[in-house]
């Protein structure tokens, strides 16, 4: 969601770092596990010394990489053999959102965490931001830093992102994560009135201009942050306030980028073009060849659960979960998110034994209307 106004999250108890929001530049080395230093994706620039991960002795460290434009992302380590693994926030977020899930897989995946166009710290300059435009953008990203195929956890409109890129080209990646991802609406499900007011007034052009301006220009960005943080999580107990501070300082450093407001609502608007050509979506999803964990927030108020119930009747192939949690688990309940991405890593592409799926939970559908 966009910018909006709101009380600030409560303070609690700090949970684990965040990952670092800064970029450096200049070309080093990166440990790999065991400490022998490793190279970085070729054509970056970079530099190793930012904190390690929670619990790890790998090293984070913030790139950039032209992509017709500069691309910001974190190299977020893992062991050599491991399967890459690239994070694609969603709409109005950044690799921030993933500051949470991304250290509880380190061990498992060599994590890559992207600001896609128009978000975080790539600026969207001249780029289109749609879907689709950032959908190929990922797919440079995949052939030209993560040169190898990869699994691709995508996020609200980074889901959507995700399934483009993977349906556009399969070869490239490996499996899908969606986490709470941008669904057609279910026959029966009830947009939230908050969510349906504010995507009414992105969706008209000139006035979705002027509404986002004049946030971005006399809302504090605490108070902006807190209210979306406070719409996406479905306890604001569970808002972690050093998450607020990061989101905070990446906000100052974002305040001179040109288009800010034109570059989030030509995403939006994509957005709500796809959703309404439902068809195309929907066969999109169902070509699409390699294994996909979705996993939702029951009490989602952006993308309504009936909406990911729907698409787990519609291709049982797929392992479905749900969490209590809002519409970002992997930042509201990291630790259940986590427990369901590293066994379906191991069944779905280490083959492991097929034992390994009890720790998946796929809730019974029966008598579920919105389905």
Partial sequence: MGPGQGHPAPRRRRRQPGLPAGEHVGRSARAAPGGRPRRGPQGVAGQAGTPPLHGTGVVVTARTVDLDGPVH??????????PAAVYVHGLGGSHLNWSRLAPLLTTHVRGYALDLAGFGLTSGGDRRTTVQANAALLRRFLAEVVREPAVLLGNSMGGMVSILAAADDPGAVR????????????????????????FAVQAVPGVGEWALRRRLATVPARTRISYVLGL????????????????????????????????????TRSILRGLGRPTAYWAKMAGLPMPVLLVHGVHDRLVPIGNARAAAQRFPTWQYAELDAGHT???ETPDEVAA?????????????????????????????SHA
């Fill in 73 to 82: 992302y974190l190299d977020l380590g893992g062991p050599a053999d491991a």
């Fill in 175 to 198: 499996g899908l994560v969606l986490v709470d991802p941008t669904l057609p609406k279910a026959a029966g499900v009830k947009l939230d009135p908050v969510v349906r007011r504010q």
């Fill in 232 to 267: 996406c999580f479905s306890d604001p107990a569970r808002i972690d306030p050093d998450l607020v501070d990061a989101g905070v300082a990446l906000e100052e450093r974002r305040a001179g980028q040109p288009r800010r407001a034109e570059a989030y609502l030509e995403a």
């Fill in 329 to 331: 688990p992997h930042m």
């Fill in 340 to 368: 369901l991405v590293i066994p379906w890593l191991a069944m779905s592409l280490l083959g492991a034994e097929p034992g390994a799926q009890s720790q998946i939970s796929t809730p019974a559908l029966e008598g579920d």
